[in-house]
């Protein structure tokens, strides 16, 4: 069992830069791979970023690519995700995952979900 703890949004301008937090429960962080997504209003939750157990493989959708970077320390049992350059089309909640496959894009192949947190970018 693996518990997700988001934390960072907040309400920005374009052009500014966030910097999310999911801590895990538990010890076997480093077993997951983890994942973040999002979801807008009447929106469905899509892919954001990814990142193996080792942190050394990481994939993007092509709307963050360049943009937003996704890390993480497995003694802290912490995943990351710094965005910059933020637009008002990123604005969503924010979610981060933990899958047991090396890694994925695929929300249901994720099997822990934290709580969300708002990201909302407006001038």
């Known amino acids: 069992q693996v518990q997700l703890v988001e934390s960072g949004g907040g309400l920005v301008q374009p052009g500014d830069s966030l910097r999310l937090s999911c801590a895990a429960s538990g010890r076997t962080f480093s077993s997951y791979a983890m994942g973040w997504f999002r979801q807008a209003p009447g929106k469905e939750r899509e892919f954001v970023s990814t990142?193996?157990?080792?942190?050394?493989?990481?994939r993007y959708a092509d709307s963050v690519k360049g943009r937003f970077t996704i890390s993480r320390d497995n003694a802290k049992n912490t995943v990351y995700l710094q965005m910059n350059s933020l637009k008002p089309e990123d604005t969503a909640v924010y979610y981060c995952a933990a899958t047991s496959k090396l890694e994925s894009t695929i929300t249901h192949e994720y099997d822990y979900w934290g709580q969300g947190t708002q990201v909302t970018v407006s001038s």
């Open positions: 990142i193996t157990r080792s942190g050394y493989i990481t």
